[in-house]
């Protein structure tokens, strides 16, 4: 059903559903007494095939959590039948130790499930040193195995359960109208910066496709997506993105169908951590335009979002454009200031090195801000999605460890 | 007087003298009118000689304003007579116009003191993007070169007069025991960081120097005392540091006395910028050992320094390591997480990849904090001095433009 002049339009993402949209998985959230709060804390999703493909994208942080390395060594093989999250700790800086915790939790999924280890993917989130509470949850392990279900609300308590400082759960689903779709939920409020959040998110489909197409579409799209939003800079150690195929929907589609519809997910999931984000105020989106090549608009874009002066005037509705101009020149992209243009809200304030209009002509009393830097230097563009720095982010990320 | 051993120990740093403590040198620091407040903000520093010579590092930011602009090229010369200096507006983002403005403001202090324009280089600060009052700057001029004196007070006034955000004026002086020394001031509080702060400083000496040798003297120091100071990685449009040489003692110390007492002066200045930054609760020193290299330690120390989950943890007094473990994997610099070990006050927490202690045994409750963190990989050390990321240090940069 692709159309000659590309992708069929697949549905918009909706976001009362997630992980079991997709024909052929199930899900369940348990409370296994991992968080001291006593909430919902492991997550499992289960492929049912008839397929197994699967592909991850991983933190770039050099200090990676014990589940991190535990997944990318699985994922080597692109098949996997189950993923295994925790939320209440992280797993990270556990040394050797944290590692066996992994391989056992794996083990234990493997075991109750009747497969092997090596196709149980795991991920945690949390505190950061501390060892998991292993008896806790191996035995939630066995309890969300008797929970599995292929339901919405199965799939809404996966996403629930691997929420950390995050307010509600967030997934999204989109159906093609060839008959499959793709499905996913997210977890992240903060840690959340280049080359991935401190998030862990879970996507599945029913479409029929093999691991490496899917690996290809999954770099492809997180480039674009997860990459492109920076709250506050940081690169968790536990950053993860896996995809799960089970092909039960019968339908192979092309490439470039596959890739829309998971980029339509995706992107509405990176929405959802933006507008959740901690202490968030404003929801800022940074264009880039005119910049001497793609990534020199990545840089001055991530550069002027992971500023404090920038994102501090913007919680207080200032449309200081100085120091937007101060961020772009201090970045490693190409620039000349005397080219340089900045729009806020559709008000151009800059243009070619001289001020245009006063400031108070833009206006920010709203929560959507759109920045648009013009560096007249080429072809280059990005948009990178931010928030700003408020007394509230501050307040979440001093007053309690996380 | 040097020893055998290396250069003679030189007197401490005291700040109750500043630029007019060298020999030589007249100041004044007078109220323009450029600022809204009616305070002190035109400050001149005039070399009387017999020497001439001069030196100055700028900041990297690639949207320069204009004085620096200016400054830079006079300072091809290596000779100066005066520094100009207002606060009140950084004349930054002012295109040609400017850079005119600058220009005016160098024409009418030569005209005043009876020198060429190109022995006067100009400084500025303050918001980015307004063009200067120039008739009240120049009247300003006029004033100050009535009143430029070489006592203490004159000094006083104009550390005084550069004053933004700075909530009182730093200066320092200290004399060698061979009857030369070295003072100077420095103003800055907020867009502190690497390659120099938001920030503007004039160091003074009555030692018999060259230009050339000065010069290297300069980059010297700033690489390890300005350069190491980073607040919240925001580099300045407008950062200048020069340096100016009367010669006044009739003494030429050797290039390490010179320098030994230099830094002592620079070093003094950063720790008093440190201390009076923007909403600073906490003053925190990182300090990096066993770098494969000294490059390496700076990127894992500034990555660290400027991470606002590390900086909101101290201000919550947190001894979160795990977010530290986080930013330096996050760094550019080569980590192996197997050997990384992180202490907090002198108490080790985490050590060769393992907990080591309850990070509650560490005290945070005292306003320095001492981070150190060992690389295990080679010899490179450095140290950079930074603050926390408190609720005042978003009030301060979101409800005033600055």
């Known amino acids: 059903m692709s159309t000659e002049n590309g992708p069929a339009p697949a549905q918009r993402p909706t976001r009362d559903r997630g992980v079991t949209g997709p024909k052929g998985f199930k899900a369940a959230g348990v409370a296994a007494g991992i968080k001291e709060s006593g909430g919902l804390d492991l997550a499992l999703v289960v492929n049912e095939g008839p397929g197994q493909a699967a592909a991850g994208v991983f933190t770039t942080n050099q200090v990676k959590a014990a589940p991190v390395l535990w997944s990318q060594q699985v994922l080597q093989e692109r098949k996997l039948t189950a993923v295994v999250l925790n939320s209440g700790g992280a797993n990270a800086c556990t040394g050797p130790e944290g590692f066996q915790d992994t391989h056992a939790t794996a083990e234990k999924v493997a075991e109750v499930l009747g497969v092997g280890a090596i196709e149980v993917a795991v991920c945690s989130t949390g505190l950061i040193g501390e060892r998991l509470p292993m008896d806790a949850l191996k035995a939630g392990v066995e309890v969300a195995a008797k929970e599995l279900a292929g339901t919405d609300q199965a799939g809404l308590a996966a996403a ?9 759960p967030k997934q999204s689903w989109a159906a093609h109208p060839d008959g499959w779709s793709v499905g996913g939920f997210v977890k992240g409020a903060g840690m959340l910066a280049p080359n991935m959040a401190t998030m862990l998110s879970v996507i599945t489909t029913d479409a029929v496709i093999d691991g490496d197409t899917l690996d290809q579409a999954l770099r492809a799209t997180t480039a674009r997506t997860y990459d492109r939003l920076d709250v506050d800079g940081g690169t968790s150690t536990n950053d993860t993105v896996l995809v799960l195929a089970s092909g039960a929907s019968g339908v192979a589609p092309t490439p470039g169908d596959f890739a829309a519809v998971l980029t339509a997910v995706a ?29 020199d608009a990545v840089t001055v874009a991530k550069t002027v979002a992971e500023d404090n002066l920038v994102k501090t005037a913007l919680f207080g509705s200032d449309p200081n454009w100085g120091r937007i101009a101060m961020a772009v020149g201090r970045s490693q992209a190409t620039v000349d200031q005397h080219r340089l243009g900045i729009a806020i809200n559709g008000v151009t304030l800059f243009e070619d090195g001289h001020k245009a209009a006063d400031r108070g002509e833009a206006d920010l009393s709203g929560r959507d801000v759109a920045i648009v830097i013009t560096l007249n230097l080429g072809e280059g563009e990005a948009t990178v999605l931010t928030t700003d720095l408020s007394h509230a982010y501050v307040e979440e990320n001093s007053a309690y460890s996380s």
Request: charged fraction near 25%; hydrophobic fraction near 35%; aromatic fraction near 0%.
């Open 160 to 168: 629930t359960a691997v929420m950390t400082t995050d307010t509600h």
């Open 267 to 295: 992107g509405d999931l990176v929405k959802q951590l933006q507008g959740d984000a901690e202490g968030v105020t404003k929801e800022i989106s940074i264009t880039v335009t005119g910049a001497a090549c793609e990534d």
